[in-house]
């Protein structure tokens, strides 16, 4: 019998294209930007139309085949999948001028890499002629380990292997992972919500942002419909996403959501953060760690050493549902028992059913949809 329902929001009640377009932008202003790379100033500008977004999309991902291999490694943060970009193009950047810049690449690569430094290397790489290779991270990652903890480690790899060099800071969340973060939160939140979203100003003005530009996966009506329904039928509902909670609770304000729920059962990425600022020594604590789902589930009553210590699987696990679009959610379901429902509505579209079949996803739907017939089947 399920008593509880825990909702992923990118791929399962928002569309995630607008992360992945603010995804593209980011990486897109680290290397044209003056104030990062500068390698195309002059192209550079912040008022971005949708058929230009698409282009720089299509081009930085090789039209999502770059993202789809790191959602199918379990890489659920955009913020990660910004970072992995970014460092594999100043990598391969680099690389192109090793035989010239032995000394200062050891320096720049095995110290944080902070605005200064990609600064610094925007001078050496003004006057050289350097080519960018979108696509060869499809090549160099292809024998990656497929996971956080492999991509993370694969891109350390790479870079000391076409830098010849012994020790990097890019298999470890630091400086140049905050910088992305911020331009990322500048694209997405705009100049108005900046300041409230990540403490720090902008750096680039003159973003409108898209956190009024949600696109949802069925009609805002019909999710409400089915919000209403469980709890009408007395079924917890709540939030375990990889979003920040400006980005949720904004969007969910707009879309008349949050009246259904209960602000507790909304867990987000900014309580993973804070988790892990408070306890260093804990592994990373994002999807497919099931960190974000527990404390959901807690309602927010355990600390972040409570939520680590919950003896998992669950002992009540089957009642409770997670649904999700991506092979994090599943793995995150599964260390906690619980009963998981995929929609094929994430950033692999139905091809995703073979993926979720063999991972024996319990569920199955083309999209949330789906879910209220299937949960209200099971209180019975």
């Known amino acids: 019998m399920v008593k509880t329902v825990l909702f992923d929001v990118d791929g399962v009640l928002l569309s995630e294209e607008r992360y992945f377009d603010m995804s593209a932008l980011t990486v897109w202003e680290v290397i044209n930007s003056e104030k990062y790379l500068g390698l195309d100033s002059e192209k550079f500008k912040t008022n971005v139309n949708d058929e230009e977004i698409t282009m720089i999309r299509a081009n930085i991902f090789q039209n999502d085949k770059v993202l789809k291999l790191m959602k199918s490694g379990g890489i659920n943060s ?87 060099v012994e020790a990097t800071v890019f ?17 997405y939140v705009g100049d108005k919500h900046v300041l409230a979203s990540t403490g720090r100003p902008s750096v680039q003005t003159g973003k409108k942002g898209f956190l009024s530009d949600e696109k949802t996966l069925r009609s805002p009506e019909e999710i409400a419909d089915l919000f209403q329904s469980l709890k009408d039928a007395g079924v917890v509902i709540g939030i375990g996403t990889g979003r920040p909670e400006l980005e949720t609770i904004e969007p969910f304000k707009h879309l008349d959501w949050l009246k259904y729920f209960d602000v507790n059962n909304i867990a987000t990425a900014d309580d993973v953060l804070d988790a892990e600022r408070k306890l260093p020594a804990a592994p990373p604590l994002s999807k497919p760690h099931p960190y974000t789902y527990v404390l959901a589930l807690s309602s927010k009553t355990k600390s972040a ?67 209220k017939e299937l949960v209200l089947s099971l209180v019975k």
């Open 78 to 164: 955009n913020w990660d999948m910004i970072y992995l970009t970014v460092s594999y193009q100043l990598i391969r950047l680099l690389e192109q001028v090793k035989d010239t810049e032995k000394e200062s690449i050891v320096k720049w690569v095995s110290n944080e890499i902070d605005r200064t430094v990609l600064q610094e290397i925007a001078t050496v790489l003004k006057d050289k002629k350097v080519e960018l290779d979108y696509s060869g991270f499809l090549t160099d990652f292809a024998s990656s380990n497929k996971s956080k903890e492999g991509l993370f480690a694969h891109i350390d790899k790479i870079a000391k292997e076409k830098l010849n």
């Open 171 to 187: 298999g470890q969340i630091g400086t140049l992972w905050s910088t992305c973060e911020l331009i990322a939160q500048e694209w």
């Open 305 to 371: 050493e409570e939520c680590l210590a919950e003896t998992l699987p669950l002992e009540n696990g089957n009642e409770l549902l997670i649904v999700g679009d991506s092979l994090a959610d599943l793995l995150a379901a599964r260390k906690m028992g619980a009963v998981f429902a995929a929609v094929l509505t994430g950033l692999s579209g139905k091809n995703a059913r073979a993926e979720f079949e063999e991972h024996n996803a319990d569920h199955i739907l083309d999209d949330v949809s789906g879910i």
